[in-house]
């Protein structure tokens, strides 16, 4: 999942340790809404020497956004199981066996 980066207020300074391991400063965490009790982050790099650290649930949110526009745009309006089944039914590659 990509998202377009937003322009930072502020910037920061990470230092890595030996073994590439960043500290991230608390006040970065507070700008990004990220609780900073949170002990694991999604990260991706966005191909433009940038790397993007995110809060899983954060990331999920983002996801869910983008499948409801995509679905908004094609005009389903159903629950998705039902678009999966029919694109499933639709898809001469894949063969159902009868039971």
């Known amino acids: 999942m990509q998202t377009s980066p937003i322009p930072a207020t502020h910037s920061f300074k990470l230092k890595l340790d030996d073994r590439r391991r960043p500290t ?3 006040n970065l ?3 990004a809404g990220i609780d900073g009790t949170l002990t694991v982050l ?5 191909k433009k020497g940038r790397i993007i650290l995110e809060d899983p649930d954060a990331a999920l949110n983002s996801l869910r956004e983008q499948i409801a526009a995509g679905m908004t745009e094609s005009g389903f309006s159903g ?3 039902d678009q999966l089944y029919l694109n499933r039914a639709e898809d001469s590659r894949i063969e159902v066996d009868a039971e």
């Not at 999604?42 to 966005?46: I, P």
């Open 24 to 26: 991230l400063p608390a």
């Open 29 to 31: 965490l507070k700008e």
């Open 42 to 46: 999604v990260a991706y790099s966005d």
């Open 79 to 81: 629950p998705i199981e």
